[in-house]
C-alpha cells in the first residue's frame, strides 16, 4: 500500500515570522491526518525555524532544492544536501520546473542533487512533467520518459525508497489549469510503467507518484480517487494554513 502524500511548495513567499505562523497553526489543523504524509517546504533561511517548531508534530520539512555537489567546499551561495539535513528536513524537493526553467537545472544536475539527497538519508521528491508545446506536439510522455530515466540514472533499488516523484505539467502551474484525473492519471500510469521498466513491477508499485499543478480544496478529491495518483504537490493553495489542511484533510 502506498501511503499518500501530501506537499506544500512555499517557493519564494513568506518572511519567516509568517512561516511559522502557518507551520504553527497547520499543526493542530492536520494533527488528526493518519491517511497521509505531510510536508511543507519552506525557503532556506526559514527551514530550521520552522523544523524546529514543528517537531514531534506529523508535518515533515522540506527544502526545494540542493546542491548537486556533495562535499564542503568553494560554491558561493549554495546549500548541500547535508546541510538541509542539518536544518532538520527530511526531504527536498529536486528539478521543480521553476528550477529547469529559470535557474539552469537539468536533468543531469537533478541526478546529482538526487544522489547527493539520498546519500545523506534525506528523501527527494523529484519533479518531470511536460510543457504545454510539448504536450500539443505528442510528445509529453517522451519528455517525462527522458527526465525520468536521465534524473534517476544510476539509483540502486534501495536508493528508490527514498525517491517521491511528482508529475507537475507546465501548463497546469499556478495558471489554474488543472490536469483532468484522467489526464493525470493516465501520466502516472505512464511514469509507472517507465519505473517498472528501469526497477521492475515491485519497486514501481511501491513509488508514490504525486500530481502537482493548481491542486485545491475542491479539486483534490477527484484526483485522488486515481489509482496511481498518490498525493499532491501543492503551490498556491498551500500558502495558507486552512486551505492547505483542507487539500490534507480531503478523506
Ligand atoms: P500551483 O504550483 O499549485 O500553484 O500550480 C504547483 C507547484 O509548482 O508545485
Known sequence: M???????????????GDAVSTAVSLKSLVANANHCEVIIAPVFTALKS???????SNIRVAAQNCAAEPNFGAHTGEVSAAMVKDAGCSD?????????QFY?????????????????GLRAIVCVGEMLSER????AENIVK???????EGLTVADTERIIIAYEPVWAIGTGKTATPEQAQEMHAFIRKTLSEIHGESVASGIRILYGGSVKPDNVGALMEQPDIDGALVGGACLDAESFAKIVNYK
Open 104 to 120: 539552469g537545472d537539468t536533468d543531469e544536475t537533478v541526478n546529482k542533487k538526487t544522489k547527493a539527497a539520498i546519500a545523506v
Open 136 to 139: 500539443e506536439a505528442g510528445s
Open 50 to 56: 520552522v523544523a524546529d517548531r514543528t517537531e514531534g
Open 146 to 152: 527522458s527526465q525520468l530515466l536521465n534524473g534517476l
Open 2 to 16: 502506498r501511503k499518500p502524500v501530501i506537499a506544500g511548495n512555499w517557493k519564494m513567499y513568506k518572511l519567516l
Open 92 to 100: 527536498v524537493i529536486l528539478g521543480h520546473s521553476e528550477r529547469r
